[in-house]
């Protein structure tokens, strides 16, 4: 399949339908799982998703190692080309390797001032980014949130941040999340539902209404899918 | 000491960083254990170097390159020592010794802390599953912080180290340890520090000593519910922790840090003690071989004399008396006077001289124990063979040999040289599997190519001073690879009347990609023929007759892989066939779609990883970039940023270089092969210019 159909086909477009046009650039949308539920896999779907749309990304990894995140890349990119019988998929590996880059820090090591050396190191070697994604933060200040928010404006980017819960299923907004809710756009929880991992939104916007995503995450091949 | 008591055996590997010490922690070890008796410094005055810098070449440049194995004793136990190499080029030594040994000793410099080579050497120690524990030098040196690299060994290399000692002073006022186990300070005394001395711990260090001696005993209590249960009860004894600790060695869960100066004589003792409680004994170390009687499935060797002898080969050295093989015992002993077989090349051989060694010095004795590192003399093989006895047929597991990557053409300069240049290349071709000699069957010229241009440097600095052999080197050359990109269909017709027999044969099939995958071979034959449209005698030259086009791809004269070819149709001639007329319609059915099937260059690209302070990512960032890098991530972990990129290994000619002056020289690299990919479209095509314009047209 040409890379345009897969673009066109791909699940993400659901979930921007969902969300009444996506995330939308300069916001921040959160990301809320148990361990080990499939955060990254999730966070790499959206990545890939941008990277196949010629977009950059930065993937700012706080628990893990950079191999790591390679490997989740590398792992989702294979089973999106099979399944989607992409063409030329050799070729666009490297180009999608050529537009993202990891950053892994102690999670303690971590501040927006340290994101914003990041962006600009990046973006003086010709990779500024469109996405940037920030996995394990545990916690982050007002200050530190807000300062992400106006990086994201600056950069015309939108922001995914992971956070993890304690039990597999979501209850609601975490408390952590909920005391930044002006800052944040959108919120999605990934729960494991029905032999797959449901995707549901916790907050949406402005938006009272919270409409279903119809998106889900197999856990065999760890691809989003339509739901 | 009862030689025979395997418990009591150590191979032991001691491996770091390039200028960590080791050689002169070996040194020094050997020392004290009473092997030698002078210490000779690595780059010392008085011009005898460091005992296990065997070669000349080694001694001259203060590094150790191919490594040597040694044996001594410390305290009722036997420890084997491979020194081994620190510089990435010459991996194959580091990667061959970690396979024959049981634990090992990691060497940080307590300056510089956890390198780029640290690194890479850690990652090969966890590829082989060999426990370590750690040991933090140059505490002398102004800057020295054990607590810092203890620190990078958690954050670099995900070690759980945990400090075993305090040190006494740092920098010039390094006086000695303290031992939290004893809680003593020990001090080095006498003669070159023979003298290892308990005292009462410094009055300003005994609060600092407890706290450190409870985060110790936290973290190794995981490992034993005997010693956590013995912490609540306030009664931890020295042998609790000692269980403790070894349990969480060889389980590789746990690094405890060791501290001291090798260069002042401080430390190493005590290394050694915990050497032998710590690191494992053969018995602790689970060995497989591969059966060859039963499709090689893997079987488990014993460290038990009574069983039939396995022994791996594991590095050769040419001495001054002939070929000098060293082996690890897994299995059973090697005796003198006794026949063992090859596995690889089903020969018997004749154990004539078995041998201890000791760097340049050799202990001749009767047998060998199992589990044991031993040398033999005289005996023919390559590196990586295994010898077993008439009993059973097996060998130990290839060893992972990664491909070669660059090239350099060797032109001896006189006819002495020319002479010696064979027996040389002879030599270091069985000595190195990552290193290879080849004639180009058209220039004539003699092409060596091995893992980088210092790997193929040293050799050719070897040829000079070892085998009297002068040669001028050609510019490094790529080792460039042709594969095809499409699935296409085949049918060719070799036909030739000329008088007398003529020559008739036609073959027809599809040729396809073979997907570029971890394990896939570089080319596969199937035969699909049916009802004998091709004679079955002949198919075998067809497939011969492909594999001759392989070694020179039409593109720009590079070995073809990844290619599968499949034969499904053809016709014979009762008279005009033959081996030689298929062989030259399947020559010229390759050189007919060869064109058509879409070929495409590979180039080898190179993992590399640039480590540096943070000031100085942007500039590392740039150098990858600018040489048609991809950058893979960074990590940032105090005030250090360490890049990770793949890099064609053709843009990286002279990178030290720039590197360096891009960084004032306080960034390091190391590189290693990753994989083969295409080229891109504007490097073909310059590379296909290139060899048009050299090679004339042969269709």
Redesign the interface.
């Known amino acids: 399949m040409y890379r345009k159909f897969v673009n066109a086909r791909s699940p993400l477009r659901l979930l921007e339908k969902g969300l009444n046009g996506g995330l939308g650039i300069g916001n921040i949308g959160v990301l809320v799982a148990g361990h080990g539920v499939g955060k990254t896999p999730f966070l790499v779907g959206v990545a890939l998703d941008e990277l196949l749309r010629q977009g950059t990304v930065l993937?700012v990894a706080l628990d893990q190692?950079?191999?790591h995140?390679?490997a989740h890349y590398d792992t989702v990119y294979e089973e999106l080309a099979s399944s989607t019988h992409l063409d030329d998929a050799?070729?666009t590996h490297?180009e999608v390797?050529?537009h993202r880059?990891?950053?892994?820090?102690?999670p303690s090591?971590f501040s927006a001032a340290?994101l914003r050396d990041?962006v600009k190191?990046?973006s003086?070697?010709?990779?500024k980014p469109s996405l940037i994604l920030i996995e394990g933060l545990e916690e982050i200040s007002r200050e530190d949130l807000l300062d992400v928010g106006a990086l994201a404006t600056e950069l015309a980017a939108e922001v995914w941040l992971s956070f993890a819960t304690s039990g597999e299923q979501v209850t609601g907004i975490p408390e952590e999340v909920k005391a930044l809710d002006d800052i944040v756009s959108v919120v999605l929880a990934l729960e494991p539902g029905d032999g797959s991992v449901v995707l549901r939104a916790l907050k949406d916007h402005d938006n009272p209404d919270l409409s279903e995503l119809h998106v889900a995450l197999d856990p065999k091949t760890l691809l989003l899918v339509r739901n | 000491m009862a030689m025979n008591d395997l418990s009591k055996t150590r191979n032991i590997g001691i491996s770091a960083h390039i200028d960590s010490g080791k050689t002169t922690l070996t040194e020094r070890i050997l020392y004290y254990t009473g092997k030698i008796h002078a210490i000779h410094e690595v780059r010392g005055k008085d011009e005898v170097g460091a005992t296990m810098d065997s070669m000349e070449l080694e001694r001259e440049r203060g590094i150790t390159i191919a490594s040597a194995a040694t044996y001594c004793e410390w305290d009722n136990h036997q420890i084997n020592i491979i020194d081994t190499p620190g510089h990435v080029d010459f991996t194959i030594e580091v990667e061959r010794a970690l396979r024959v040994l049981d634990g090992a000793v990691l060497i940080l410099c307590g300056v510089a802390g956890v390198q780029s080579q640290s690194m890479t050497v850690d990652r090969q120690m966890k590829r082989y599953k060999v426990p370590r524990i750690a040991f933090i030098n140059k505490l002398d040196r102004s800057g020295a912080d054990p607590r810092r690299v203890t620190q990078q060994l958690r954050d670099k290399l995900a070690h759980n180290a945990v400090m075993f000692q305090l040190p006494i002073g740092l920098e010039n006022e390094f006086a000695g340890v303290i031992d939290l186990i004893t809680l003593k300070a020990i001090y080095f005394e006498g003669e070159e520090g023979r003298d290892v001395v308990e005292k009462d711990i410094p009055a300003d260090m005994v609060d600092a000593a407890a706290v450190a001696r409870e985060e110790m005993l936290d973290a190794i209590s995981m490992f034993s519910d005997e010693l956590m249960e013995a912490i609540l009860e306030e009664r931890v004894t020295e042998k609790l922790i000692h269980e403790a600790t070894r349990n969480g060695v060889l389980s590789m869960d746990l690094t405890p840090v060791f501290l001291g100066s090798a260069y002042k004589n401080k430390g190493v003792q005590k290394l050694l003690d915990a050497v032998n409680r710590y690191l494992p004994s053969p018995f602790d170390i689970e060995n497989t071989a591969v059966d060859l009687t039963n499709d090689e499935a893997p079987i488990i060797v014993e460290p038990k004399p009574e069983k039939p002898v396995v022994a791996l080969a594991f590095k050769l050295e040419d001495g001054r008396y002939g070929q000098l093989t060293y082996c690890r015992v897994y299995q059973g002993v090697l005796k003198k006077g006794t026949s063992i077989i090859n596995s690889r090349t089903q020969k018997k051989v004749k154990v004539g001289r078995l041998v201890r060694m000791h760097s340049n010095e050799m202990q001749d004795i009767e047998e060998s124990s199992s589990g044991d590192i031993v040398a033999l003399f005289g005996v023919d093989c390559a590196s990586g063979d295994t010898f077993t006895d008439e009993s059973i047929s097996v060998s130990m597991t290839s060893m992972h040999v990664p491909a070669a990557v660059i090239s350099l053409s060797v032109k001896p300069v006189d006819q002495k040289s020319s002479d010696n240049m064979g027996k040389a290349l002879g030599r270091f071709v069985r000595e190195d599997p990552t290193f290879r000699s080849e004639v180009n069957r058209e220039s004539g010229e003699t092409i060596i190519s091995g893992m980088g241009e210092l790997h193929l440097e040293v050799y050719v600095e070897r040829m000079k001073r070892e085998y009297n052999c002068e040669v001028e080197t050609g510019a490094p050359q790529v080792a460039y690879r042709e594969t095809i990109s499409k699935s296409v269909p085949f049918d060719y017709t070799h036909k030739k009347q000329t008088g007398g027999s003529g020559q008739y044969g036609r073959i027809a099939g599809i040729v396809e990609p073979i997907p570029a995958e971890e394990d896939a071979p570089d080319f596969e034959f199937v035969s699909e023929i049916k009802g004998g449209s091709i004679p079955t005698e002949y198919i075998p030259a067809v497939e011969k007759g492909f594999r001759m086009c392989l070694d020179k791809g039409r593109l720009i004269g590079f070995p073809v892989l990844g290619m599968r070819i499949i034969v499904n149709d053809g016709k014979s001639h009762s008279v005009d066939s033959s081996e030689m007329a298929f062989q030259a319609a399947a020559r010229g059915a390759f050189r007919e779609f060869y064109g058509r099937a879409k070929p495409v260059i590979l180039e080898p690209i190179m993992k590399v990883e640039v480590e540096g302070p943070q000031e100085f990512q942007g500039a590392m960032l740039k150098s990858i970039m600018q040489r048609r890098g991809t950058v893979v991530g960074t990590t940032e972990e105090g005030g250090y940023s360490r890049t990770e990129s793949e890099v064609p290994l053709s843009e990286m000619f002279g990178y030290a270089t720039d590197l360096r002056s891009l960084t004032q020289g306080k960034a390091e690299f190391s590189m290693e092969f990753a994989r083969y990919l295409p080229a891109p479209g504007e490097v073909q095509k310059e590379l296909k210019e290139k060899y048009e314009s050299k090679v004339p047209d042969d269709d």
């Open positions: 993937h190692t950079v191999s995140v390679r050799a070729a490297t390797d050529q880059s990891i950053r892994a820090y102690a090591g340290k990041a190191v990046e003086e070697a010709g990779s």
